[in-house]
């Protein structure tokens, strides 16, 4: 039931992006969706069949068998109810912060976060967009921080789904008035934010890490108000992989044991 409910809002909000995207789109999409988004969805789907053979509804099993067994520091210093629902949904938030960081900083994690960049163009799917490794090595660490803070279950599953939500949103190649976007940045991470990330300028995919709550960023030094470029003609991707007939989808499940390739 727990993956039943996720996976629903999760396409729901799919849904409602890829429509705002068709009728306010931010940035004109090149190349074509008809190209890109086979890829992408693809591996969405792989990787939704391989969670679901291996460890899919860990997370939330591994919070349940904490509060039983008593696990955790929320266990241990007795935190119970919405204050514990509250640390485990900012625990978990800025941990994923860290693993991002981390993903960047640390050459093995980067050969598989790096599928996730080399789109070319930026949009709703491209928050799909990853390796099946990194999926599998990203539900491990939040098993190991969930067990660590002893995460009320009910957290898990709400910061599951507002984690994909987030990320759905502000991979939207939709175009938010500058105004409303500035203000929203101080509690939540925009598109036109997150974007900034996915620029092929190295000093800019370094910075703006954040997926849900934007003040991380900013607490931790990582942020970036504006790209170079306008934010409509800025590029997107890595710089070593610009053609699209490289990107197919048996080239990025490859392209971690490939070797790397540099500016």
């Given at each position: 039931?727990?993956?039943?409910?996720?996976l629903s809002?999760?396409?729901?909000i799919f849904l409602?992006?890829?429509g705002?995207?068709a009728?306010r789109?931010?940035r004109?999409?090149?190349?074509?969706?008809?190209q890109?988004?086979?890829?992408?969805i693809?591996?969405a789907?792989?990787?939704?069949?391989?969670?679901?053979?291996?460890?899919g509804?860990?997370?939330?099993?591994?919070?349940?068998?904490?509060q039983?067994?008593?696990?955790?520091?929320?266990?241990?210093?007795d935190?119970?109810?919405?204050?514990?629902?509250?640390?485990?949904?900012?625990?978990?938030?800025f941990?994923?912060?860290?693993?991002?960081?981390?993903?960047?900083k640390?050459l093995l994690?980067?050969r598989?976060?790096?599928i996730?960049?080399?789109d070319i163009?930026?949009?709703?799917t491209?928050?799909v967009?990853?390796?099946?490794?990194e999926?599998?090595?990203s539900?491990?660490?939040?098993?190991a921080?969930?067990?660590l803070l002893?995460?009320d279950p009910l957290a898990?599953?709400?910061?599951?789904?507002i984690?994909?939500?987030a990320?759905?949103f502000?991979?939207?190649?939709?175009?938010i008035?500058?105004?409303v976007?500035?203000?929203?940045?101080?509690?939540i991470?925009?598109?036109?934010m997150?974007r900034?990330?996915?620029?092929?300028i190295?000093?800019?995919?370094d910075?703006?890490?954040?997926?849900?709550?934007?003040c991380?960023?900013?607490?931790?030094?990582?942020y970036?108000?504006?790209?170079?470029q306008?934010?409509?003609?800025?590029?997107i991707?890595?710089?070593?992989?610009?053609?699209?007939?490289?990107?197919?989808?048996?080239?990025?499940l490859r392209?971690?044991?490939?070797?790397l390739?540099r500016?």
């Amino acid at each position: 039931m727990e993956t039943v409910i996720r996976l629903s809002i999760a396409l729901g909000i799919f849904l409602i992006m890829i429509g705002w995207e068709a009728l306010r789109p931010r940035r004109k999409q090149s190349p074509d969706r008809k190209q890109r988004w086979p890829i992408n969805i693809g591996l969405a789907l792989f990787n939704m069949l391989l969670m679901r053979l291996t460890v899919g509804g860990a997370a939330y099993l591994s919070a349940v068998y904490a509060q039983e067994q008593s696990w955790g520091l929320l266990n241990i210093f007795d935190i119970q109810g919405w204050p514990a629902v509250a640390v485990t949904l900012i625990a978990l938030d800025f941990a994923i912060y860290g693993q991002h960081v981390l993903s960047h900083k640390w050459l093995l994690l980067w050969r598989l976060h790096q599928i996730h960049h080399t789109d070319i163009a930026f949009d709703a799917t491209t928050a799909v967009r990853f390796h099946p490794l990194e999926i599998v090595f990203s539900m491990l660490y939040k098993i190991a921080w969930i067990l660590l803070l002893g995460a009320d279950p009910l957290a898990v599953i709400a910061f599951e789904i507002i984690l994909n939500g987030a990320a759905t949103f502000n991979h939207g190649n939709v175009d938010i008035p500058e105004r409303v976007d500035k203000m929203l940045r101080w509690l939540i991470v925009t598109p036109d934010m997150h974007r900034i990330h996915h620029s092929t300028i190295q000093v800019e995919t370094d910075s703006n890490y954040g997926f849900s709550i934007s003040c991380w960023d900013r607490l931790c030094g990582t942020y970036r108000a504006e790209p170079k470029q306008a934010q409509t003609e800025m590029p997107i991707g890595l710089a070593p992989f610009r053609n699209p007939e490289e990107l197919g989808l048996a080239n990025l499940l490859r392209l971690p044991f490939s070797a790397l390739r540099r500016e």
